[in-house]
């Protein structure tokens, strides 16, 4: 599995992102939700879903799109995907965290960490290992 600009839903999740980065949150969302609506494989909404949590108004609905994010990417046989899994458990845990569901944030930071060996060794994957690290200690 490949994130290719080819795949109409990578595209427009790529576009989502440029918009990110240049601060049109508004435009970015738009385009994360066509995506998602558009969507049709465990691919597609894995990769949708996983940018349209990034924009929502509450931890409660960023926790309902990070799970489902997470729901379609387990559905995907892919090295490619595992290795998003850490960072899908870490995002799950924080939220639970966040809404005081410690057990709920502890057991997730655990899953995050089983997941870490597929990391890449570079900063992304040395920051979700911290991330995953500081988890871990704050719900002890």
């Not at 790529?14 to 494989?41: H, I, P, R």
């Not at 465990?42 to 879903?49: I, S, V």
């Not at 995907?76 to 410690?102: G, T």
């Amino acid at each position: 599995m490949e994130f290719s600009d080819d795949n109409e839903i990578v595209a427009l999740c790529v576009k989502g992102m440029e918009f990110e980065g240049q601060g049109k949150l508004t435009e970015a969302n738009e385009l994360f939700t066509k995506a998602w609506n558009a969507a049709t494989t465990d691919f597609e909404k894995f990769t949708a879903a996983h940018y349209v949590a990034r924009h929502q108004n509450s931890v409660s609905d960023k926790l309902k799109w990070d799970k489902t994010a997470l729901h379609h990417a387990l559905n995907i046989d892919d090295v490619a995907i595992k290795a998003s899994l850490p960072s899908l458990y870490l995002n799950i845990a924080k939220c639970y965290e966040d809404l005081n569901d410690f057990d709920g944030a502890r057991n997730n930071y655990q899953k995050a960490f089983s997941y870490s060996d597929v990391l890449p060794e570079n900063e992304y994957g040395e920051m979700i290992k911290k991330g995953i690290a500081n988890g871990l200690k704050r719900t002890k």
